[in-house]
Structures are given as structure tokens and as C-alpha cells.
């Protein structure tokens, strides 16, 4: 269970980086490109499900914050409960 718990927190962490990631001009074949590259492979297979349910506000994209919120609120403090004492 605990072992869970840290894979979220790790899937977190990678979803957080992609999201300050975005806020910045990258050069395309730079080094931070290639690691947003990696960041966007690590998480679009979740945030795509979750674009396609939920319209974009303009140019701002939501999917991570109700990803965040999922994860925190239903996966790790409901059903794997990574909270408990």
C-alpha cells in the first residue's frame, strides 16, 4: 500500500513539473525539451481522457487540476488512504 501511495505522489510530482514546464518558452532539441517531452509521455495518458470530458477555458487547460484533485482527494486519501496514522 505504501508502495502506491509514493507512485502517486511520484505521478504528482511529474504532473506538477509539466505544468511549470509549460509556463516557459522551451527550445525545440534543448535539454528542457527533452524532458518536457518525457513529462508529457509520462502524463498524457491520463490528462487526454480528461481534456476530452472537459471543454478548455480559453487558453488555459484544467485537466491537471482536476487530475491533482483526483489523485489527492479520491486515490490517495479514499482508496489507498496514505494518510492514515
Do not use: H
Amino acid at each position: 500500500m505504501a508502495l502506491l501511495c509514493q507512485l502517486v505522489l511520484l505521478f504528482e510530482v511529474t504532473l506538477f513539473a509539466r505544468v511549470i514546464l509549460s509556463w516557459f518558452p522551451l527550445q525545440p532539441g534543448g535539454a528542457m525539451a527533452k524532458v518536457n517531452g518525457f513529462l508529457v509521455r509520462i502524463t498524457d495518458p491520463v490528462l487526454e481522457p480528461v481534456r476530452r470530458v472537459l471543454p478548455r477555458m480559453g487558453m488555459f487547460d484544467l485537466s491537471p487540476i482536476i487530475v491533482f484533485l483526483v489523485l489527492e482527494v479520491v486515490v490517495r486519501g479514499l482508496i489507498l488512504r496514505c494518510y492514515s496514522a
